[in-house]
């Protein structure tokens, strides 16, 4: 590993600062469960490290029923899974929070670490989608709102610009009758990579029958995450069924652009991702149920 300065800011604006100046040459830390495993293999030598643990508002989670919930971008995944009420709002949430390595890596791995470092892959990504998550932005020039399906901008790269900083993300109030579920197929059950991962949420009316709205996104199947937003609209007004799901699976299936690789094949790909979003929204129309 490159020797690197280690920066300790305890705001936003000094950290910014610090971001700011350095240009390319900076990069943030929170749990480092990325960072620092790229900095070993020498894929990023950033001279200037800026650790966020001592920023108030990156470290915080404040949840209320009515305003939904803010997530500070450093908050490691076991803090919100063991959260009972968030495990109650957000289902959807806390299955990626606990499925993102394993006991040890989630006592340090955040989601706004997982989104910022903005591999196709991010188990997070496709979740903080569907939940209708916007990331909260703070640079040089203010603040900005950014929703997440237009955060990540190519493999390993995302929207920040020079000097700007990831501070939380926001998430509305879960609705009344509406759920949400994540899930990855791995060919083991922990610390790998996902073949694919599908998010679920919808939005049912009343009676619970019948499609309000719906979001669907994919990952490990482009060289982003994808908002698949045509198949989860496709379920928008048509009663629950097992042909509106096959429908709206299908068209997740057309939005998937996979490669192939040691992991899996195209074919294998495209068969998954019609396989999850069927099962993640059966998950979700179940939670949405109340189940
Ligand atoms: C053994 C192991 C298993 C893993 N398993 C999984 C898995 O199952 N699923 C999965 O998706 N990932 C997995 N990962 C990858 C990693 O743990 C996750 O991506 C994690 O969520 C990253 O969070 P972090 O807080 O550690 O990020 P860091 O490593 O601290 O940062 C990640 C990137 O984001 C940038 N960054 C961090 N915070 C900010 C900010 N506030 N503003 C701007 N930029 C910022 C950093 O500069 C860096 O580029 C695994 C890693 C390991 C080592």
Known sequence: MEPFEFVTPSSIEEAVKVLASNGDKARMIAGGTDILVQMRAGRRTPSVVVDVKSIPELNAMSYDASKGLTLGAAVPCYKIYQDQTLAAAYPGLIDTAWLIGGIQIQGRASIGGNVCNAAPSGDSIPAVIVLNGVCNIAGP???RELPTEEFCTAPGQNALENGE????????????????NYQRFIPRNEMDIAVVGVGSSVLL???????????????????????????????????????????????????AKPINDMRGTIRQRIHLIGVYTRRTLNIAIERARGG
């Open 141 to 143: 020039n203010g603040t």
């Open 205 to 255: 009316d009343a009676s619970g029958q019948n499609f309000v709205s719906a979001r669907i996104a994919l990952a490990s199947v482009a060289p982003t995450p994808v908002f698949a937003k045509e198949a989860g609209d496709s379920l928008a007004g048509k009663a629950v069924s097992d042909e509106a799901i096959q429908q709206a699976s299908e068209l997740a299936m057309a939005a």
């Open 165 to 180: 900083m990831l501070v939380s993300i926001s998430f509305p109030a879960p609705l009344a009758n509406s759920g949400a």
